[in-house]
T-cell receptor
């Protein structure tokens, strides 16, 4: 099994719908992140959490919300999806006790029509 | 304001050649500079990283060169192979990893056979 698992891998949804992307990890890392990848724009941080009781907005949090249900689970919600939220979404984890590198999931490709 | 500027956006190199990707940053508080490699359908994976107390770090065919005064760092891939064809992201963070990573926009590398 992958260290960082994202579900679903692909999703098509309609404008205005609420959708949740889920992320779970088996690495025991305390930090979790949600990034969005768009062609030519790189990876942009949406939200991050340094522990279960800590939630922080990133660079592009408008239109998104998150929930850290447990150390191993971090979900991203789009309250009312719009077409410009069509993108590739990545969850990542890290732990300073194990170095500064991030471990990424395989991504969720979201299309809003 | 883009804090990490990456160039070129795309790069084609012949097999056996040297691939060079450059990044520049503005925030002098940055003290950790990793490079990530991403293959299609996969999440980015940590390739190599450097801290500003050294000017160069080499791991196999991959080398990071760091110029603190110019606020620039670069990735060199020696003897480039078709299997190196991927998207490469530079990134930076501050406070010895206690802050989040800021990514460049990425470089699509194609190594022709």
């Amino acid at each position: 099994d992958a260290d960082v698992t994202q579900t679903p891998r692909n999703r098509i949804t309609k404008t205005g719908k609420r959708i949740m992307l889920e992320c779970s990890q088996t690495k025991g890392h305390d930090r979790m992140y949600w990034y969005r990848q768009d062609p030519g724009l790189g990876l942009r941080l949406i939200y991050y959490s340094f522990d279960v009781k800590d939630i922080n907005k990133g660079e592009i949090s408008d239109g998104y919300s998150v929930s850290r249900q447990a150390q191993a689970k971090f979900s991203l919600s789009l309250e009312s999806a719009i077409p410009n939220q069509t993108a590739l979404y990545f969850c990542a984890t890290s732990d300073l006790r194990q170095g500064y590198g991030y471990t990424f999931g395989s991504g969720t490709r979201l299309t809003v029509v | 304001q883009q804090q990490v500027k990456q160039s070129p956006q795309s790069l084609i190199v012949q097999k056996g050649g040297i691939s060079i990707i450059n990044c520049a940053y503005e925030n002098t508080a940055f003290d950790y500079f990793p490079w990530y490699q991403q293959f299609p359908g996969k999440g980015p994976a940590l390739l190599i990283a450097i801290r500003p107390d050294v000017s160069e770090k080499k791991e196999g065919r991959f080398t990071i060169s760091f110029n603190k005064s110019a606020k620039q760092f670069s990735l060199h891939i020696m003897d480039s192979q078709p299997g190196d064809s991927a998207t490469y992201f530079c990134a930076a963070s501050s406070n010895s990893g206690y802050s989040t990573l800021t990514f460049g926009k990425g470089t699509m590398l194609l190594v022709s056979p």
